[in-house]
């Protein structure tokens, strides 16, 4: 194994290590009886609970993460596998993401990307041998979509 493989298995993304310091730091300023509770780990510290979401996106975002909105961060908890555990409250779990540890991190990884149907449709039209099929194809396609001769012209 090369040594920055082994270096990049070892170290975990910024995303996940920033998300585990800031709720360790929540964690001390609620300890010590500072400020409101805005995101904390859960009771089980298997995952964690945005309490305040506008105010974890106005206060706790940018000084972590350079930017204040939560939709990203959500979607940034999706590829890495986080789930969306309770309907009525925005709490997160991961099976390697747990209050004490953070060793685990780096074993975390971002989800593949799964292929979508149009690369599918591209790689199947690209069996395709000879060009009448394809041009035969192509004409299906116009027709189906409403497009006939001259939508050309509407669209250029």
Known sequence: MSNSMSRKSKCP?????????????EQERERVGVGKKIVSWNSEGNGFVVW???????????????HNNFSSFIRQLN???????ASKRWEFQHE???????????????????????????KA??????????HEDN???????????????RWS
């Open 52 to 66: 305040c979401p506008a105010e974890f996106s106005h206060l706790m975002l940018p000084k972590y993460f350079k």
């Open 13 to 25: 993304a910024p995303f996940l290590y920033k998300t585990y310091d800031l709720l360790e730091e």
């Open 79 to 85: 590829t890495y596998g986080f789930k969306k555990t």
């Open 125 to 134: 039209w690209g069996d395709h041998d000879d060009g009448a099929t394809r």
């Open 96 to 122: 390697k993401f747990r209050r004490g540890c953070r060793h685990l991190l780096a074993e975390m990884r971002r989800k593949k990307c799964q292929p979508s149907a149009f690369p599918s449709y591209l």
């Open 139 to 153: 004409k299906s396609i116009n027709a189906a979509s409403g497009s006939g001769s001259g939508s050309e012209s």
